[in-house]
């Protein structure tokens, strides 16, 4: 799912009930504040100074947030869960328990990874070692590797049918600009990404000659696919990653490629596809033709070796997360053994493993509130939109349907996904088993090639710290993961529920009208629903957040993407304005206390900011500028604020505050 809008950019794991008990039920822990610092000068440092300053980073993390420790408690549940299942030795086999102890414990085994060392991944280096330009294409489809992706979604044009599409990779330092842009940590990331190649290949048992050369090679083969890819920027742009066409249109697009040997090969059968980004795949195309047959081996082995390194012995895996762990993002220490374990079996098995989880661990009760917090945040969104000055009548219509048919989902899909077909043989390598592993997944997302769209199915397990809108479907969706302290505590009062869970559920439900989502009717297809004035307006008035997000300098010299966080930061304000109306709207009756010095409107905003309260290196801030549409958590809370009217009216916030913001310079959209 190319599409899909997410809180985070991060995918984390539920833990199982609230840890905070607060006397009053205010939800508010008043130790995650910095009572030093002045609210209305850095509201960032005061709502969360305090937490940042009792969770200090550790080695294993480039950043650790509040939701990251959520994530650290949960881990031990998880580990505890899955551990007592792979103790056992009488699972049966091809059970899910079978599956899941054998794959922890194929993890869990150091002596013998280490034993192994790379002979795993020997057959696949054979393969592409002695691969020839005629039977290339088959290769790249048995095993998956390549210069592009395919991923099955809903038809933009028509959401009710699933179509295959492409969608450009084959740089393994995953942003385009890590090839292309020129300043000076840019050039030495290169720089020791180069060198990180080399040593791989070493490792891998090839002499230091080829290992150099190799290097060289991948890092210019790389950097020509990074110049035809497109930006962050384009990539948001629906319509310009929408090109259906026949496979025909797509062997003359791209004839140098044996687009019916890839397709046989992966047992992939249909008559039409998207090409997401047509210069991008052309670019490939080019390739195959023009590059030496040694060049392209070289190129695909180092896919094989690049893919494969978490799973192979210590001195691989720690020379892998000495470049991407330490060099990229300023990591210190690899996680341990076992919370590496947990995560590829959670990822491998998540439902399954999630279906085990929700049954031990969620509260029906906490499915029953959000399912009315929700009906109450559309309501409010509603009266938002019936209340724009400046949306026409007839674009309001279109907007309010759109609302009124959202696909909400909480907590755990009604429909688990069936394992039956994965297998895992504990003797088989690790590798082999999670090569296996893949192909099942691939074989299951390519199953839906032309076929009906399933509303019901989930794109998140319900074990999942995150929530997300997919536009394709017009669905919302809250996993259980996210349903606990500090997004939401069952014992805290409608201030802290509605800053918190309360601004993710409008944050989501504004995607539907962000700059992409806005693209999208009731239905989920690609499809204007504005009038042109209307949507000029719309963009006039979005156009205000990104030249604010451009002015923030979040490291020395390095600025905000405001285009590009422009969804998330629309979403952030949406969520924000939205929510707050539902909690007014929803204690007018019974208006709340105010509870150790805080108003109910100042808990909300506090309670917002501390979902946001975390750590995070400057390595990390560079590679997130680069490569997250999400603004960083301090300009989430800060930078966010700054254009909410009632959260000056909350803090008394004057002219006089450095993070004032004069009215006719806000953002008003939603």
């Not at 610092?37 to 709502?47: E, G, K, L």
């Not at 310009?240 to 059968?269: C, G, H």
């Not at 082995?301 to 762990?325: C, K, M, P, R, T």
């Not at 661990?361 to 938002?384: C, D, H, T, W």
Request: proline share 3%.
């Amino acid at each position: 799912m190319k599409n899909i809008v997410s809180l985070f950019a991060l995918v984390l794991v539920m833990t199982a009930c609230s840890n905070k008990k607060n006397a009053q039920n205010s939800g508010i822990d008043l130790s995650n504040l910095d009572t030093t610092a002045v609210a209305q000068d850095d509201f960032y440092q005061y709502a969360c100074g305090g937490w940042m300053k009792n969770h200090p980073l550790t080695g294993e993390y480039s950043r650790f947030g509040s939701f990251d420790k959520l994530a650290e408690d949960n881990r031990e549940q998880l580990n505890s869960l899955i551990s007592d299942i792979a103790k056992k030795k009488d699972n049966k086999v091809g059970s899910v328990e079978q599956k899941i102890g054998d794959l922890y414990n194929l993890a869990m085994d150091s002596t013998r990874l280490n034993a192994e060392g790379y002979s795993p991944i020997q057959k696949e280096i054979d393969l592409f070692r002695n691969a020839t330009k005629e039977n290339l294409a088959t290769l790249l489809g048995k095993t998956r590797y390549g210069m592009f992706e395919l991923y099955v979604d809903a038809d933009p044009m028509n959401s009710s049918i699933n179509l295959l599409q492409t969608y450009q990779s084959g740089y393994a330092l995953g942003e385009r600009e890590y090839y292309l842009d020129t300043d000076e940590h840019t050039t030495e990331i290169r720089a020791k990404y180069l060198k990180h190649v080399e040593r791989m290949f070493a490792l891998c048992g090839f002499d230091t000659t080829t290992a150099q050369q190799s290097a060289n090679t991948v890092l210019r083969m790389e950097t020509c696919l990074a110049k035809a890819a497109y930006d962050n920027i384009k990539l948001r742009d629906p319509q310009a990653n929408y090109n259906k066409m026949s496979i025909d249109e797509l062997k003359t697009l791209v004839p140098q490629f044996d687009w019916e040997a890839y397709f046989a090969a992966r047992n992939i059968t249909t008559n039409q596809i998207s090409v997401s980004q047509i210069e991008h795949l052309q670019e490939t195309g080019k390739m195959f033709a023009e590059e030496s047959i040694d060049d392209l081996r070289t190129y695909f082995i180092w896919q094989v070796i690049n893919s494969s390194a978490s799973f192979l012995s210590d001195e691989i895996s720690s020379a892998n997360f000495d470049f991407y762990g330490k060099v990229l993002s300023g990591k210190q220490e690899q996680s341990p053994r076992w919370k590496r374990a947990v995560s590829i079996v959670n990822g491998t098995l998540g439902e399954a493993v999630g279906q085990m989880y929700v049954a031990k661990y969620f509260p029906p009760q906490a499915k029953e509130r959000m399912i009315q917090l929700v009906k109450n945040l559309q309501i409010s969104l509603g009266e938002r939109i019936e209340n724009l000055t400046w949306m026409g009548d007839s674009t309001k219509t279109k907007a309010l349907e759109k609302l009124n048919t959202f696909y909400v989902k909480i907590g755990y899909p009604d429909k688990w996904r069936d394992y039956s077909g994965l297998k895992i043989d504990p003797n088989l390598s690790y590798y082999e088993n999670l090569s296996n592993a893949s192909e099942f997944e691939d074989a299951y997302s390519m199953s839906f090639i032309d076929k009906p769209v399933d509303k019901d199915k989930w794109y998140m397990t319900p074990q999942t710290v995150n929530a997300y809108y997919n536009p394709s479907t017009n669905e919302i969706c809250f996993p259980a993961g996210i349903l606990q302290y500090p997004f939401f505590d069952m014992n805290a009062d409608d201030a802290f529920n509605y800053g918190a869970i309360g601004v993710v559920i409008g944050h989501e439900m504004t995607h539907g009208f962000d700059d992409q989502g806005c693209q999208f009717d009731k239905d989920g297809n690609l499809n204007n629903w504005w009038t042109a004035d209307d949507k000029k307006e719309f963009d006039n008035r979005a156009q205000v957040l990104v030249d604010y997000f451009n002015a923030i300098e979040v490291a020395p010299g390095v600025f905000a993407n405001g285009q590009f966080t422009l969804g998330e930061n629309i979403a952030d304000h949406g969520g924000l304005q939205v929510s707050f109306q539902a909690m007014k709207n929803a204690t007018k009756e019974s208006p709340l206390d105010t509870i150790d010095g805080l108003s109910p409107e100042q808990r909300f905003f506090l309670a917002y900011a501390n979902v946001w309260a975390g750590n995070i290196r400057e390595e990390e801030i560079l590679v997130r500028t680069k490569g997250d549409p999400h603004s960083l958590g301090r300009w989430r809370v800060n930078g966010a604020l700054p254009h909410v009217s009632a959260w000056y009216e909350a803090f008394g916030v004057t002219e006089e505050s450095p993070m004032y913001l004069a009215p006719e310079k806000r953002v008003s959209i939603w």
